[in-house]
């Protein structure tokens, strides 16, 4: 029923209507945990999130913790469709357990047993991650150690203080034992009853009690544990038959995590492509998924095809594709059962219509997808409570769902590599490639309702690819960071990228670049709005090997004698790319099959939106920059030069812009953690695109943008922070608008007052204008405003702002509404630019007295008329050009 919603408008009413659906459990239905005798395979099931993906593993009909290492050692998995309610009432868990390996030589320390009670305040996903670090929420530990001591401790607390043990233990442990919670109400809180016992002849071996429990410690999540203990001699744990039952056990039967975990799609030209992501299976699972449209009212499948390793996608092509209806789909999965029957999953959801005759086009955008609160440099543990647990960011995606959108644009760093929410793991490769799914799957687990039903353009960037900072240097490998190219290898890099592009457009010009690495930079018609989709990183160059005086470390000139401005512009260095300049080159003069509006997406904008006090200009941005109150200015901020932003190299900048803008075109981008809303200049201020960056979902490193002097040819009533400016390597810029961290008086601080949130960007067809606006990720858009400064409303004409030397004559067409104008110049034979007027007639501009060559009418369509050797007259002289269909 829930899917009858899902047409455009009702995206709102769906997504707070599947959020409530989280809330309402049933209570009572016993769970019973078992796995295939006869797979092998990292995925522990539907039913469970293993934390981390690559230290489980199911084999031989058990699940199985491989890693033993004690940096961040505690491991778990947790059950997604049972959770300790806040009723009243008894529970009940228990497994057969044991050790992996010899007793003997295992450190005392080491124990396998229950967490319960975990994150009782966050979304269940939330608190599906509660493994290693301690803090509020964290829950309780029940447990027997390696030792046979059966033993209860407190998570909330540096060191799991022990807050029950047994006085009993056993010799030895024996090879197969049970361990039992039971958790009942007493006149004063609740009692637990914590036993282990051989699983052969029953025997009790050890018991501990612990009274006086407050209930509140018992609502949350339940999940098991394998703790590797102290020294060298750490320990890995088996289990068998997990049971979990009681009057106080919630039943969430619809919280199953996969084996499809999400799909995205892309419709262009009547072709879809769609990339679902499956968890990873084993070798001896099946390998097919298969896509199935809802016709006639019954489900066909009509696209079949293999999973793809590493990566675990499995991608579909669908030609002639019917674009003016809703389809239902759903993507299928049949994975064996541990009775060895086949039970088939699926992922489901709505192809929309194409919005072709819908007076608008929406966008929602979003950058940084930071997943925990991070407390400064080199301290990154967190609470398991809201206040420190930003996933599963339920806010966004309810508060976007409210605007309506018809496209997705996720600009990168859907995934950081680092602490968001566990350490970087980059060798071996195999571990590295499951490290990376397990980040990437919380993005999907977040972000699939949105993506399920609306068109989604996600591209990767640096931290997705583990590797801040990256110059991509056309593909080349790389030994440090900073040398140009990609430090992972090129079979991980294109793994990334098959993830999270594969179900875009096919590329312009597929050739890989350098070790093969992918390449998905191309174009997506929708709704009469072309999308250009560009990667400003692969080909960038290093400014450390393109500018060695500048003694650039990470981006940042830390020679303080070096004038960036003067001297980084160094010949050589690239920006986009010839293949990619080529690429806006065509794109832009292409407005066939009704295209009204071009739109250029990437990884970041094309000025450096971010300043300093001027004795730090040399040194990195730091998390623990100071937030100021709003309308509070720091006295001696200077526009900073980082060379990660797109501002440098500046002549490569420039070389973009010039032909973003003979397309009219906006650049939509994030990266830089800083909302903000720019006019590019590249002569002179304002004759180039806007730029609209969106604030980051969750905002790890937050920049600012308050220069200690004024802008110039600022409009009345804006903050002094807008106006005119060159930024940190010189380039023109001019700013309308910029979300700064700010004292926001929304809890968590620690999130809302570094000005986290998503853009939503509104392209109106009948206006040819475009209203973008910053917004809090607190903000309810039914009763709130977005950040101060926005919206900012964009005259389509204005993103080529450049000044006329003269004009053409008047063009007045007749027999053909809204046609295409192409200006040529008639000495170079250069398309001057392209665009899609709104009306009958238009008055082009030219750069230059001189003749051109003018095509008028439809492309792609007999209806297409060229005037050539048109003259150029000053602007105060009438001439009409008659274009009659």
């Not at 295939?36 to 995925?43: A, H, I, K, L, S």
């Not at 687990?445 to 039903?453: N, Q, S, T």
């Not at 973003?660 to 809303?677: E, K, N, P, V, Y």
């Not at 080529?800 to 030397?805: Q, T």
Request: glycine share 8%; proline share 7%.
């Amino acid at each position: 029923m829930l899917r009858q919603v899902l047409r455009k408008g009702m995206l709102a009413v769906y997504i707070s209507l599947w959020l409530s659906c989280l809330s309402t459990p049933a209570v009572g239905q016993d769970f019973h945990g078992v796995w295939p005798e006869d797979v092998e395979r990292t995925w522990v099931g539907p039913e469970y999130w293993a934390n981390r993906l690559q230290d489980w593993r199911i084999s031989n009909g058990r699940l199985e913790c491989i890693e033993d290492r004690t940096e961040k050692p505690m491991r778990t998995v947790h059950v997604l469709t049972r959770r300790l309610g806040a009723k009243e009432g008894d529970f009940y868990v228990s497994v057969r357990t044991g050790l992996i390996g010899e007793a003997a030589k295992v450190s005392p320390d080491s124990a396998t047993g229950f967490l319960i009670g975990a994150g009782p305040e966050v979304d269940y996903r939330a608190a599906a991650l509660v493994h290693h670090s301690y803090g509020p929420g964290g829950g309780i530990i029940a447990a027997v150690e390696a030792t046979g001591r059966a033993v209860l401790r407190d998570m909330t607390t540096e060191g799991y203080p022990v807050l029950a043990a047994a006085e009993n233990t056993p010799e030895s442990l024996p090879e197969k034992f049970i361990l039992s919670l039971d958790g009942k109400p007493a006149d004063e809180g609740y009692k637990l009853y914590l036993t282990v016992s051989d699983a052969q002849t029953s025997l009790v071996l050890s018991r501990v009690t612990l009274e006086n429990v407050d209930s509140s410690r018992l609502t949350g999540n339940v999940a098991l544990v394998s703790h590797p203990g102290s020294g060298n001699n750490t320990g890995r744990y088996w289990f068998r038959d997990w049971k979990v039952y009681g009057s106080k056990v919630e039943t969430h039967n619809d919280r199953l995590c996969g084996p499809i975990l999400c799909a995205q799609y892309t419709l262009h030209h009547n072709i879809l492509k769609m990339a679902a992501q499956v968890m990873p299976l084993g070798p001896d699972d099946n390998q097919t998924v298969e896509l199935q449209a809802k016709q006639q009212g019954d489900w066909k499948t009509i696209a079949t095809t293999k999973i793809v390793v590493p990566g675990f996608t499995a991608s579909f092509r669908v030609a002639d594709w019917d674009s003016k209806k809703d389809t239902p789909y759903r993507v299928v999965y049949e994975l064996k059962q541990a009775d060895g029957s086949m039970r088939q999953y699926s992922w489901s959801g709505t192809i929309r219509r194409e919005p072709k005759d819908d007076k608008s086009i929406v966008v929602a955008a979003f950058t940084g997808n930071f997943n925990v609160r991070p407390w400064g440099v080199g301290q990154w543990e967190f609470a398991w409570t809201k206040d420190g647990l930003w996933f599963p960011h339920s806010e966004v995606v309810e508060h976007v769902a409210k605007h309506k959108p018809d496209v997705l644009f996720f600009s990168g760093d859907q995934v950081y590599e680092g602490y968001s929410p566990t350490i970087a793991v980059k060798v071996p490769l195999d571990k590295a490639e499951l490290d990376y799914m397990y980040k990437w799957y919380l993005w999907c687990w977040a972000f699939g309702e949105l993506a399920r039903d609306v068109p989604c353009i996600c591209i990767p960037d640096d931290h997705d690819v583990y590797h801040g900072n990256i110059w991509g240097a056309a593909g080349r490998p790389a030994k440090k960071p900073d040398d140009g190219g990609y430090v992972m290898p090129a079979s991980f890099v294109n793994m990334v990228q098959r993830t999270q592009t594969s179900h875009l457009p096919d590329p312009y010009d597929p050739t890989p670049v350098d070790q093969g690495i992918t390449v998905y930079y191309t174009s997506m018609n929708y709704g009469g709005v072309s999308f250009a989709v560009i990667e400003d990183r692969k080909w960038k160059s290093s400014p450390t090997v393109m500018v060695p005086d500048g003694n650039v470390v990470n981006g940042w000139f830390h020679n303080q004698d070096f004038d960036p401005v003067k001297h980084a512009d160094v010949p050589g260095a690239k920006l986009l790319g010839d293949r990619q300049l080529k690429f806006l080159n065509d794109w832009a003069a292409d407005w066939s099959n009704g295209v009204w509006m071009k739109v250029v997406l990437s990884q970041t904008i094309f000025s450096n939106v971010a300043t300093l006090p001027e004795e730090k200009l040399n040194d990195r941005v730091v998390p623990s920059l100071k937030i100021f109150a709003l309308d509070e200015y720091p006295e001696d901020d200077m526009p900073v030069a980082d060379a990660d932003s797109g501002s440098w190299p500046q002549t490569g900048r420039k070389k973009a812009l010039r032909e973003m803008r003979r397309a009219f075109a906006l650049h939509i981008a994030g990266d830089q953690h800083l909302g903000s809303t720019v006019q590019y200049g590249v002569e002179e201020w304002g004759d180039s695109s806007f730029a609209f960056c969106v604030p980051a979902i969750g905002n790890c490193w937050p920049r600012r943008w308050l220069p200690s002097q004024p802008g110039q040819n600022q409009k009345p009533g804006m903050p002094r922070y807008t106006g005119d400016y060159r930024d940190g390597f010189g380039n023109l810029m001019t700013v309308y608008a910029v979300s700064n961290p700010i004292v926001s008086g929304h809890e968590p601080a620690d999130l809302h007052n570094r000005a986290p949130g998503y853009g939503i960007v509104k392209l109106d067809k009948s206006k040819r204008k475009a209203t973008v606006e910053a917004w809090p990720r607190y903000a309810d858009p039914d009763a709130e405003s977005p950040y101060p400064g926005w919206p900012v409303t964009i005259n389509q004409a204005d993103n080529y702002g450049r000044k006329a030397a003269a004009w053409l004559p008047l063009i007045k067409v007749s027999g053909m509404n809204d046609p295409v104008v192409q200006v040529i110049d008639g000495r170079s034979n250069e398309i001057a630019y392209t665009l899609r007027i709104n009306g009958t007639s238009f008055r082009p501009k030219v750069f230059r007295a001189g003749t051109y060559t003018v095509k008028v009418g439809e492309p792609g369509t007999t209806k297409m008329k060229t005037l050539k050797d048109v003259q150029s007259i000053p602007e105060g002289r009438d001439e009409t050009i008659k274009v009659v269909f």
